[in-house]
């Protein structure tokens, strides 16, 4: 089945500052990959998701960018905030199944 | 709307015993989903239903069962509570299948801990 890797685990950055999340996918015929954040006792929310058709795509700062030669994708988040502090989830749709496999998480961390 | 609502919060079972996780939707959305959340490990799919009277499989089905009587209520049942089931616990909808790119919608999770 689907296999989704998601590095770093924790990531701590300056306000202000850019962060970036990765994640690889084993399944080369996954064709939408969604991110979701989940702040603290929350349940996750989707923040932006992007199909194999298409290489990049941006929401205002958030950007997520699809490799499908190498088989990874990442989300970009630029001009950090405090509210930017969250865990942030990268997920896989599989072409053999019709459930979404989801990466271990990335606890984001956004210093004043 | 309220969305997708969980209850309880938070429990303590103590091994062996039984509960019941209750998730209620009130988005008209005909799948519904739970997962469960363990530390560094992402979300794993425990079981899943396309529409009322149909529930099938996920990921880690083991130690539990669901039902779906209405559209609306996607009850998840814990038999004889292992340690081993201590997570916490996300219900989910959406209004297509994520076959169809469907966003899921979670409720605010409910935190099992088995002793």
């Known amino acids: 089945g689907e296999n989704v890797e998601q590095h770093p685990s924790t990531l701590s950055v300056q306000e202000g500052d850019s962060a970036v999340i990765k994640c690889t996918y084993s399944?080369?015929?996954?064709?939408?990959f969604p991110w979701y954040k989940q702040e603290l006792g929350k349940g996750p929310q989707l923040i932006i998701d992007?199909?194999?058709?298409?290489g990049e795509k941006k929401d205002q700062r958030i950007a997520v960018t699809l490799n499908k030669t190498a088989k990874h994708f990442s989300l970009h988040i630029t001009e950090t905030q405090p509210e930017d502090s969250a865990v942030y989830f990268c997920?896989?749709?599989?072409?053999?199944?019709?459930?979404?496999?989801f990466g271990g998480g990335t606890r984001l961390m956004v210093k004043p | 709307n309220a969305g997708v609502t969980q209850t309880p919060k938070f429990r303590i079972l103590k091994i062996g015993q039984s509960m019941t996780l209750q998730c209620a939707q009130d988005?008209?959305?005909?799948?519904m989903y739970w997962y469960r959340q363990d530390p560094g490990m992402g979300l794993k799919l425990i079981y899943y239903?396309?529409?009322?009277?149909?529930?099938d499989k996920g990921e880690v089905p083991n130690g539990y069962n669901v039902s779906r009587s209405t559209t609306e209520d996607f009850p998840l049942r814990l038999e004889l509570a292992a340690p081993s089931q201590t997570s916490v616990y996300f219900c989910?909808?959406?209004?297509?299948?994520?076959?169809?790119?469907?966003?899921?919608?979670f409720g605010e999770g409910s935190r099992l801990t088995v002793l």
């Open positions: 989910a909808s959406s209004y297509s299948g994520t076959d169809n790119t469907g966003e899921l919608f």
């Open positions: 399944d080369s015929a996954s064709n939408y």
């Open positions: 992007i199909r194999s058709n298409v």
């Open positions: 997920a896989a749709l599989p072409w053999a199944g019709n459930m979404l496999t």
């Open positions: 988005m008209n959305h005909n799948y």
């Open positions: 239903s396309v529409g009322a009277g149909i529930t």
